[in-house]
């Protein structure tokens, strides 16, 4: 599976693979990750809201090594193709979809985000604290 996703025949990966509880990612001014945080990365072409299960350290037969997070993926609620957003805070909604867990590079980690419980059962508020500021429309004032 991790072969597939570096594009390698799994003989040019090594055997085994040293795990870990939490890892460091250099990319964006430095991010430490720890078994249990969430956050968000791109895959397949779209940013995911992810929960880390373990870091996975593999080298290839030149010696470079890559980095894993296995990671249980969240979904975002969506209504009519719209992201649902949490009413007060305009956070996104996502469910806990405590399926199976999957590899995403560590290098495409992104940013770390809270999840809150919401009142509803199996649905998370995603507090993500670093995002980019939405442009809200200009206040009116009367003349």
Known sequence: MIAAMLEK???QLSRASFISKKAFSPINGGLLLRKGESFIAV???SEEVFSGEEFHCVSDVNGFKYTFVQAVPH??????????RHYWTGF???SATGGHSIFVLLSSVRRKVILLPCAEDDVYIVVDYKREVLTSPPPIVPC
């Open 75 to 84: 979904s975002f609620l969506m209504t009519e193709r719209v992201t649902d």
């Open 92 to 94: 996104p909604l996502v």
């Open 9 to 11: 025949d799994q003989r």
């Open 43 to 45: 895959h397949n072409g």
